[in-house]
Nanobody
Framework: VQLQASGGGLVQAGGSLRLSCTSS????????MGWYRQAPGKQRELVAT???????KYGDSVKGRFTISSDNAKTTVYLRMTSLKLEDTAVYYC?????????????WGQGTLVTVSS
């Protein structure tokens, strides 16, 4: 599974940004796609995920501000980020997961930097 993320950049606090992530390769078994982020000196944390059935999950710090969606083919996910705060500054990693009886296979993209300035 290959994941290609795009859309990061510099934005002022209060502004908006949209990230995209396109999957390719052996994606038939992928059940979920989404985003995690990692700020300097902090652990990677959940931002948002969406299953192939459309069920979404958000990290507490982004609820009400970020929206995850996917295209009809379930191969591309989008993260609409609004009301951005300084603390949203991080490298955002696209992820895809295959949940199967033996466990979870998780795949990661290369990361895209989002910088929120004052």
């Amino acid at each position: 599974v290959q994941l290609q993320a795009s859309g990061g950049g510099l934005v002022q606090a209060g502004g908006s940004l949209r990230l995209s992530c396109t999957s390719s390769g052996s994606i038939d078994s992928i059940n979920e796609m989404g985003w995690y982020r990692q700020a300097p000196g902090k652990q990677r944390e959940l931002v948002a995920t969406i299953t192939t059935g459309g069920v979404t999950k958000y990290g507490d710090s982004v609820k009400g501000r970020f929206t995850i969606s996917s295209d009809n083919a379930k191969t591309t996910v989008y993260l609409r980020m609004t009301s951005l705060k300084l603390e949203d500054t991080a490298v955002y990693y696209c992820t895809a997961a295959d949940f199967h009886p033996r466990g979870i296979d998780r795949f990661w993209g290369q990361g895209t930097l989002v910088t929120v300035s004052s």
